[in-house]
């Protein structure tokens, strides 16, 4: 059975964090097992920030059990770095445009 767990923090300089932790279904056809999904999420003053998310069982193979993906952006909401642990989308930008100091 699917479940979901979010957790989210917006502070009054405009900083947040938002956690993310579901049992869900990740293909498109949703006729597949459940994955393990959790998404960290954070962003600083200006909007600025990055994901981090993994996934973990479910359909994914025994010689990946986990994939992990970055995707940051910046104040504009563009999207300034992606990379995943497994090339499901090409890299695009450079980790040094994240924010990791969002918080």
Known sequence: ???YTVN?????DHTGTIHVAAHVDIDASMMTQLEDVTVDSKW???GAGRADITI????LPSSIPEVDAVE???SDFTESYYN???GFAP???SA???VDDAM
Request: one cysteine or more.
């Open 72 to 74: 940051c952006w910046g």
């Open 96 to 98: 040094s445009a994240c």
């Open 84 to 86: 995943d642990s497994v």
């Open 44 to 46: 600083n003053q200006t």
């Open 91 to 93: 890299t695009a930008g």
């Open 8 to 12: 989210s923090v917006a502070n009054e």
């Open 56 to 59: 973990k069982g479910g359909d």
């Open 1 to 3: 059975e699917a479940h």
